[in-house]
């Protein structure tokens, strides 16, 4: 395969992924600041453009609502945004269109299609209401339309990459909000994951089981332990282990990173869980930095192999 097709679909499932976890992380807060009418808007807003990596306006102009929507959800041109990725998702994917099937180009093109009339004519909650089914809809079409060889493996290795920091993005707006933000319960609920939730633990709930359910549960496919676990399986598919004295540096990033919170107590986790996400992030970045390295180099001086002339 094509470097250049491989990146394509790597990226192709980073940014649905983003696309889809922005939305639930929007939600939510949009659903606090109208629910609580003591919270600090301005101090929610900057606090969760900090966490998204997004600059926030210089004091005393305000950081509202309408702001973060504006950077988060709507605009176009940043492919940190939910509109950015779903355009990068596409263009990548006509890039990767001899790879990809019909149906998942057909999802990512139509949904493209669709994207101004969304963002123009609803309401936020149906806005991201919508984002949320499109992907779903190109998560089903890749894993039942797409063989099982190198295209599905970078297209799942970009999305569980992705789904780890996102979901480390989700709790560490959860910790910061402290006392007065949304429940765990509520969290679970934007992560799909509440029914998964109860079904685990018989409907005995508490904070403490519904972080770790998010944290370290093995089964639930939006974990942070089971998406980096997917992506180191993903990494050995695409290049099986041979040299059982050596480990390439993607696989090192996050491995160290999932048995650090498997083999940790829960409660060690939680009582520092912002700096523990921080660590999520970096490996996340470290291991997609090496696998770019690996797998998509750029910039490279070309050379001729063979008979020098």
Same mark, same amino acid.
């Given at each position: ?16 992924? /983003? ?6 992380? $929007? ?62 998702? /596409? ?65 799942? $290795?970009? /999305? ?90 993607? /696989? ?13 107590? $829960? ?43």
């Amino acid at each position: 395969m094509l470097s250049r097709i491989a990146e394509s679909l790597f990226w192709i499932g980073r940014y649905v992924e /983003r696309a889809d976890d922005t939305a639930r992380m $929007l939600d939510v807060h949009v659903q606090m600041l109208l629910e609580d009418p003591w919270q600090e808007e301005d101090l929610a807003c900057r606090s969760l453009l900090s966490v998204m990596d997004r600059p926030a306006p210089e004091p005393p102009t305000p950081a509202g609502r309408r702001y973060v929507l504006t950077t988060l959800a709507y605009d176009s041109q940043s492919p940190s945004s939910i509109a950015g990725s779903l355009s990068a998702a /596409r263009e990548n994917a006509r890039r990767a269109r001899e790879i990809i099937s019909s149906e998942l180009w057909e999802a990512l093109n139509a949904t493209w299609n669709a994207l101004a009339g969304q963002v123009a004519g609803v309401r936020p909650h149906d806005f991201f209401v919508w984002v949320r089914e499109r992907a779903a809809v190109v998560s089903g079409l890749v894993d039942s339309t797409v063989s099982r060889d190198d295209a599905w493996q970078f297209l799942v $290795l970009g /999305r569980s990459m992705e789904r780890a920091d996102m979901t480390a993005r989700l709790l560490t707006t959860r910790a910061l909000a402290g006392p007065n933000g949304p429940s765990w319960i509520t969290f679970l609920r934007s992560c799909g994951a509440h029914e998964a939730f109860l079904r685990t633990y018989r409907g005995t709930a508490s904070d403490e089981r519904a972080a770790g359910f998010l944290l370290l549960d093995r089964l639930f496919p939006r974990s942070i332990v089971h998406a980096l676990g997917q992506a180191e399986e993903c990494l050995t598919g695409l290049e099986p282990v041979t040299d059982r004295a050596s480990l390439d540096d993607a /696989r090192r990033h996050l491995g160290l990173t999932r048995t650090s919170l498997e083999y940790r107590p $829960l409660s060690a986790v939680l009582d520092d869980l912002p700096s523990q996400m921080e660590q999520v992030q970096r490996a996340c970045a470290a291991a997609s930095e090496a696998i770019r390295g690996r797998y998509f180099p750029s910039g490279s001086p070309a050379r001729w192999q063979g008979e020098a002339l």
